[in-house]
C-alpha cells in the first residue's frame, strides 16, 4: 500500500529565516505530487504541483519554491520567511485516472 | 475557471442521525470528477467518496452517499445513522478530467456531532 510523509510536523521559525519541508511518498512510482497552504479557518490553496522529476508548476507567484530531486521526493522552500507564510502544509500525491489525491498528514508553520 | 461553493459553513447532527452536506460547483466542461474529503481536528485530509461526472449512478461509501445532480450541478454528501466519529470539516472539491489533476476546493462545512 502506498504512503505519504512529511515532516517536520510543527516548526516554528522567526521571519527572515529559510524553510525546508519535505515530502516522501511510498509504495507508489511516479506519482503526480502537489503542495498545499491551509490558512486558519480557510480552504486549500495550491501552491505546487508536478508530474515527474523537475517538473514544477507554480499555481501562485509568492514566496515559495519547491522542487523534486526524486520520484518520490517533493521539496517546499524558502529563502526568506515572510509572516504571511503560517499556515498549514499539506503534501498529496496522486496517480492515474481518476487522479485521485491522498494527502499526507501536514505540517504546521508558524513565522514569528 | 472552476468555483466550487460549500453554502453551510456549520452544520450540526445529533448521533446516529441523518446530516446532508451541500455543494455546487461551476463549470463548462462535461468531463471531471467531484469529491468529498473530511478533514478531522488532526488536520490530515481524508478521503471520504469520489464521483465521476460520466457515472448516472450515486456514488455510496457505507454510510457515506452522494446525490448527483449533473444539470443542476450539485453535489450533496449524505451521512447516515452520524457517529461522533464523523466530527470534521468537510470539503467538496472538483477535478477536471482534462487537467493535470488540480482539485478545486470549497470552502468547507464544519460538522458537530451532538451526543
Known amino acids: 500500500s502506498q504512503t505519504i510523509h512529511q515532516w517536520p510536523a510543527t516548526l516554528v521559525q522567526p521571519v527572515g529565516s529559510p524553510l525546508s519541508l519535505e515530502c516522501t511518498v511510498e509504495g507508489t512510482s511516479n506519482p503526480n505530487l502537489y503542495w498545499y497552504r491551509q490558512a486558519a479557518g480557510r480552504g486549500l490553496q495550491l501552491l505546487f504541483y508536478?508530474?515527474?522529476?523537475?517538473?514544477i508548476s507554480s499555481e501562485v507567484p509568492q514566496n515559495l519554491s519547491a522542487s523534486r530531486p526524486q520520484d518520490r521526493q517533493f521539496i517546499l522552500s524558502s529563502k526568506k520567511l515572510l509572516l504571511s507564510d503560517s499556515g498549514f502544509y499539506l503534501c498529496?500525491?496522486?496517480?492515474?485516472?481518476?487522479?485521485?489525491?491522498?494527502f499526507g498528514p501536514g505540517t504546521r508553520l508558524t513565522v514569528l | 475557471a472552476q468555483t466550487v461553493t460549500q453554502s453551510q459553513p456549520e452544520m450540526s447532527v445529533q448521533e446516529a442521525e441523518t446530516v446532508t452536506l451541500s455543494c455546487t460547483y461551476d463549470?463548462?466542461?462535461?468531463?471531471?470528477?467531484l469529491f468529498w474529503y473530511k478533514q478531522p481536528p488532526s488536520r490530515q485530509m481524508i478521503l471520504v467518496i469520489r464521483?465521476?461526472?460520466?457515472?448516472?449512478q450515486n456514488a455510496t461509501e457505507n454510510r457515506f452517499s452522494v446525490n448527483f445532480q449533473k444539470a443542476a450541478k450539485s453535489f450533496s454528501l449524505k451521512i447516515s445513522d452520524s457517529q461522533l466519529g464523523d466530527a470534521a470539516m468537510y470539503f467538496c472539491a472538483y477535478e477536471s478530467g482534462g487537467s493535470n489533476y488540480k482539485l478545486t476546493f470549497g470552502k468547507g462545512t464544519l460538522l458537530t456531532v451532538n451526543p
Open positions: 463549470t463548462s466542461e462535461s468531463d471531471y470528477y
Open positions: 498529496a500525491w496522486s496517480r492515474g485516472t481518476p487522479a485521485t489525491q491522498y
Open positions: 508536478s508530474v515527474g522529476i523537475g517538473q
Open positions: 464521483q465521476e461526472a460520466y457515472k448516472q
